[in-house]
């Protein structure tokens, strides 16, 4: 197994971001990703959500999903990350989008 | 501390000169008014954005435009949802490594801007990203 390198080094103090929040006249979305990805996040995400869903009538699908359901087991901890960021895009950006659909999306997204 | 994790001081080894800032800032300015309408002096904003950005993070990167949209109409399902409904907008997403003394004092200055930003290019709302959440303004100071 390759191995994984840590900063053991000092780092500058952190800056709290309800500070943050208050200071510019924010609202926080109230969800945090921990994601190593970098700047573009949810905003990237609900980007590709937009343009892959689509509904026939019923819940909305993944296109180019297989048809194939496969079992993919998760961490409990994971899997209530993915229900927070379908219950913020239901409720705040108005997608409606399964946790699994989520996955499925994180994943492509991920191994592209 | 397991196996796989290998614990090395990266600014000794690589000879950084400061430690590192590990929370980065990332802000979003949009081609278009919450109508749908181009924003004029675009490259104007963009420099003002990358100018706040420097101060704080002493630099900052400026990403090329992306395909953004924002959702315009309250609609709260796809079966509802129209393409009309939807903003299609090209984003410019600037970030930097922010640095904490010099953001706390120029805080002042980064409302100023986001606020008149929103403001004065008629933003439905104003976004931004930091240390891995997503904030977003949406009243503005008055002038």
Partial sequence: MAKIIKNSGPTQKQINTEVIARALGAEKVGIKIDTKQGPISLFSLREFLVNHLHSTGGRPTLKGIRETRNKIPLFSEDWEKLKKIAEYYKEKEGVNVSSGQIASALIHVMLK | MPD????????????ATEEPSTQQLTLYVPNKDKEGRTIRNLGRWIKEAQKV????GRGCTTMPPADGTWLEKDTD????????????????????????????????SLREFLHRFGRETKQGEVVFEFAGEFFRIRKYDSK
């Fill in chain 2, 4 to 15: 796989d994790i290998l614990e090395i001081n990266l600014g000794d080894i690589l000879g």
């Fill in chain 2, 53 to 56: 950005l420097t101060i704080i």
């Fill in chain 2, 77 to 108: 399902s796809m079966e509802a949802l129209k393409d009309e409904d939807i903003l299609w907008e090209k984003t410019t997403l600037i970030n930097t490594y922010i640095d904490p003394n010099r953001f706390v004092k120029n805080l002042k």
